[in-house]
């Protein structure tokens, strides 16, 4: 962890990597530092270091060891953040936190990995992390965007709030490519070995048609899901992408294997994406939903790529999009907001303001037993589910809305 008024390199501002120092009595660190590893914050997979098989002494907290073909060992993190040396070991620090405000004299904030901000956010200023990020202070007339979970403990205005965006793509592409690093391995490897045997005999074999000749007979499947996460990752758009390195590697190792012929070196584009997934995707076993969890908002664009959590007195005309879930519990609910849901939502009331209604839309296709919940709800809000629109026209308790033979099925006391 990292916090302002720290050493530089405690801050992972200078990487020190070119003169790798050893651990007392160690004698020479057993890893050299990767070409252009010295970069403020990395991406997971990011190669930083490389050595033989005692290289692997110098993976440190977040950094995990990979082995390659050859008895090659590359140090790789494998987790977004900052890269620093302590010791003859590489780390990444995951976790900066900034001990006052983010305002006018510390300017906006970008950063890899995780971040916490003790203080509040002042208005005009932009906070961004790859990972999760925590306010608990207030935040005004900010954009404040989180690759992993979002919260924010205090009140929020006028502000523009992404959570979970880069975390929910990991999720998409962990199914297809998750666990992939070694079957790509294998892949580059035999297609060495064939291209070296038939030369053996006198036959001229390029790499390109050793992988043309590989992929689909040795490998059944492998074009498929590489094919299929370079399209999760392709249908992301803007900075929505959150993982550029993972995206990039595998849209080069599809052409590789697709189209081998097509580039100019196909096995060093497999090497790389199989040292890529190794580090960041070593699982097909998808990380957790990202989750954003705000207090109280009012006036806000929110974007959640998970479950949205209103924590404390809920959100007053705000224009909301949530992929997962929606609970507002506590205060006035969900209040005169435009809100698109992909899932449930549970709320404790549902009402417009000063004449402007409440619109919430339930995306959620089939049949759900309860897609709405809600404790009470009020005149003029507007519900849209299974295509329908149902304007509520007078109070009503204990409401349930389900899909019911895919039409919207509305009860209450």
């Known amino acids: 962890m990292a916090r302002d ?22 004698g020479h660190a057993p890893w050299r530092p990767a070409p252009g590893a010295g970069a403020q914050g990395v991406e997971a997979g990011t190669l930083l270091g490389v050595g033989g098989d005692a290289a692997r002494e110098g993976a440190g907290e977040g950094v995990v060891a990979v082995e390659r073909p050859g008895g090659r060992v590359e140090l790789r993190a494998a987790r977004d953040g900052a ?12 976790l900066r936190v900034v001990e006052g405000h983010v305002d006018r004299s510390r300017g906006d904030l970008a950063v890899h990995g995780a971040l916490v901000v003790e203080g509040q956010i002042a208005p005009g200023r932009t906070v961004a992390a790859t990972g999760g990020l925590r306010v608990a202070g207030n935040a005004d007339r900010a954009v404040v965007t989180a690759g992993g979970a979002l919260v924010l403990e ?10 979970g965006q880069a975390a929910a793509l990991r999720r998409r592409l962990a199914r297809p490519l998750g666990g992939l690093g070694p079957q790509l391995d294998a892949l580059a490897e035999t297609a060495r070995v064939l291209a070296g045997a038939a030369a053996a005999r006198g036959r001229a074999v390029s790499d390109a048609d050793a992988l043309a000749a590989l992929a689909g007979a040795r490998f059944p499947g492998l074009a498929e899901r590489i094919a299929e996460g370079a399209e999760a990752a392709a249908a992301a758009s803007g900075d929505d992408r959150g993982r550029p390195g993972i995206a990039a590697v595998v849209r080069a190792a599809r052409r590789a294997v697709e189209a081998p012929a097509s580039v100019a070196d196909p096995l060093a584009a497999i090497d790389e994406a199989a040292g890529v997934l190794a580090a960041a995707l070593p699982s097909a076993r998808p990380p957790a939903e990202p989750a954003m969890r705000v207090a109280l908002a009012a006036s806000c664009a929110i974007e959640a790529a998970g479950s949205l959590w209103l924590t404390g007195a809920g959100a007053t005309d705000c224009d909301i999009a949530v992929a997962g879930d929606l609970f507002a519990m506590g205060g006035v609910g969900l209040r005169a907001c435009r809100a698109t849901v992909g899932r449930r939502v549970r709320a404790r009331e549902l009402s417009g303001r000063d004449g402007r209604p409440l619109e919430l839309a339930l995306e959620t296709h089939g049949t759900d037993d309860e897609l709405l919940r809600a404790d009470v709800v009020q005149p003029g809000v507007v519900l849209v589910a299974g295509g329908e629109r149902i304007r509520i026209d007078r109070r009503r308790a204990d409401v349930r809305l389900a899909l019911v033979g895919g039409r919207p099925q509305l009860t209450s006391s």
Not at 83 to 94: N, S
């Open 5 to 26: 008024g720290a050493p530089a390199d405690a801050l992972g501002v200078s990487l020190p990597l070119a003169a790798a120092p050893a651990a007392p009595g160690r």
């Open 83 to 94: 890269p620093r040396v302590a010791d003859g070991r590489l780390i990444v620090d995951a």
């Open 154 to 163: 205090g009140r929020v205005s006028a502000s523009h709030l992404r959570g």
